[in-house]
């Protein structure tokens, strides 16, 4: 597995992420995506939206306000439990989650070797003189303050005067808006249960320790779906809310392995009783071997009735659906598959990365699905000094750039060209080269074909130039490198 510092550099070096005010020495926890980075995250936004929500007969798309009305936060339970346990080191100041504290290595000083400094791993005792951890694990000197409760919503004021009744919230999670619009899109949607809602957008939390590059951050973006099924129905012999949430875990785990995920790499994890939210019947996460270990990629959660019924309490408005069958008025149960972008971005990222020899040397490259590369396709002239060659190639770039996401280079020999695109996943490269334009100088008539260069195998085949648009939108679309490279003949 790549390690977080390769993934990190390569990220800067390439434009894929930046750290946030870089110039000004940064701000914690704040990452700034670059012009490769915004295009990975596009695409894995928009792959998601028209999986999830334009291919089925049974979504919808919402995209609601960050600033709601502050009573929805207490309706939610966030303002009164939206909180984590904290403490903080009387020597260093800083600050750790309780929940956390035993996954992290710590600092001794050990009064058996003279005081000698270890560190040591999460959870482990001093293996010479046997003491577990009680002070800082950071400094090690330290000693902890009692735990409080912190509230991870960023509060702000809205309007221009500065009072109570102004304070509100940045969403500390998108599914909120999607409840508080139940209404809205049953009426104005006319939909029959089960049908859900999905909303990809930014939420906020004032997390007590951020970190691990784009894993864990104050700002970050979600991919959301409230899917509202009838309680009191059943399928295949269970209840509507069960089969849902086992349809959805599978959906999910499938959806990741579709673009690329290994297998190996995801598991799922129950929540037990003891970690279970306050409103969910069950929950599984569907966890990834990120180069920090295993972790959440992604919650899928059944909130039970419980978002819609706190919404009509504070609000005193119903929000139920009318069931024709049984001629009674039913508050949904929501089933929740909640997935953080910017954590599919990192997985999607670390799954990809690959170190590999050829002929002696080391190539890095990331192994994209063609429709999550940062660009499907490149187009690279072989001789920059020739106008014909050149002019050629930016006729391609423009052609193809109508549907995709095309780079065009020149700045190197063929083969830096080809490594280049490589590392940041490009699937396929297009060559323009003498034949493809002929050399009257020689003789020598042009053929109209150009190179196209598969990234995994490193093969190429050349194709009319005619005909390229559709030959890579065949390749996008999943039609095999094999199937196409026997209809148009090696180079
Ligand atoms: P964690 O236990 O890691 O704090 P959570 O269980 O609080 O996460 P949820 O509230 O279930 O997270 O949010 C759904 C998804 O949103 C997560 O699975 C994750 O992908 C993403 N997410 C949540 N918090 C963050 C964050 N601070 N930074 C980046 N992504 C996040």
Not at 120 to 149: F, M, N, V, W, Y
Not at 256 to 283: P, V
Not at 359 to 375: I, N, Q, S, T
């Amino acid at each position: 597995m790549v390690s977080m510092e390769t993934l990190v550099s390569l990220c800067k070096r390439r434009g894929f992420v930046f750290q946030s005010s870089e110039i000004y020495g940064g701000i914690g926890s704040s990452w700034d995506y670059g012009p490769l980075g915004v295009e990975l995250r596009n695409k894995i936004k928009r792959v998601w939206w028209r999986d999830f929500v334009q291919r089925r007969p049974d979504m919808l798309g919402l995209d609601a306000s960050i600033l709601m009305h502050p009573t929805v936060w207490k309706a939610s339970g966030h303002v009164d439990n939206f909180t984590d346990p904290m403490v903080d080191c009387r020597e260093c100041r800083h600050r750790f989650r309780v929940d956390q504290l035993a996954e992290t290595p710590w600092v001794h000083y050990c009064p058996a070797t003279k005081g000698n400094k270890f560190t040591i791993p999460a959870g482990g005792a001093c293996s010479h003189c046997g003491a577990a951890r009680t002070l800082c694990p950071d400094c090690g000197k330290g000693e902890l303050t009692p735990p409080r409760q912190f509230n991870l919503m960023f509060k702000t004021l809205m309007g221009p005067v500065e009072e109570d009744a102004a304070v509100t919230y940045l969403r500390p999670e998108t599914a909120q808006g999607i409840f508080v619009n139940f209404d809205n899109v049953l009426q104005s949607m006319r939909r029959k249960l089960p049908f859900g809602i999905g909303q990809i957008g930014k939420a906020f939390r004032n997390e007590i320790t951020p970190g691990n590059f784009i894993f864990r951050t104050r700002e970050f973006e979600q991919m959301e779906i409230e899917y509202f099924v009838n309680p009191h129905e059943t399928v295949e012999g269970r209840p509507a809310d069960e089969y849902w949430h086992d349809r959805w875990i599978e959906d999910c785990l499938a959806w990741f392995r579709r673009y690329g995920i290994q297998s190996d790499n995801l598991r799922l994890h129950e929540h037990a009783r003891d970690e279970l939210a306050h409103y969910a019947k069950r929950t599984a996460d569907v966890q990834y071997r990120f180069p920090i270990g295993w972790s959440e990629l992604m919650g899928i959660a059944n909130r039970t009735d419980f978002d819609l019924k706190q919404h009509a309490k504070f609000s005193g408005k119903a929000l139920t659906y009318f069931d024709e069958e049984r001629k009674e008025h039913v508050v949904p149960y929501v089933i929740e598959p909640s997935a953080g972008v910017d954590r599919a971005l990192l997985a999607f990222l670390a799954d990809a990365y690959r170190e590999e020899e050829v002929r002696g040397e080391k190539r890095v490259v990331l192994r994209f699905h063609p429709e999550l590369a940062p660009a499907s396709v490149a187009v690279l002239p072989l001789l920059k000094k020739r106008d014909d060659i050149v002019r050629t190639a930016h006729a391609i770039r423009d052609e193809l750039s109508r549907d995709l996401t095309v780079v065009y280079d020149d700045t190197a020999a063929i083969g830096r060209l080809y490594r280049r695109q490589d590392e940041v996943g490009t699937p396929y490269c297009v060559t323009v080269d003498v034949q493809t334009v002929g050399d009257s100088d020689k003789g020598e008539p042009a053929d109209g074909k150009v190179t196209i260069r598969d990234r995994d195998s490193m093969e190429q085949i050349r194709v009319e130039a005619a005909r390229l648009a559709q030959v890579i939108g065949d390749l996008l679309r999943g039609t095999a490198w094999a199937e196409v490279a026997a209809g148009a003949g090696r180079s």
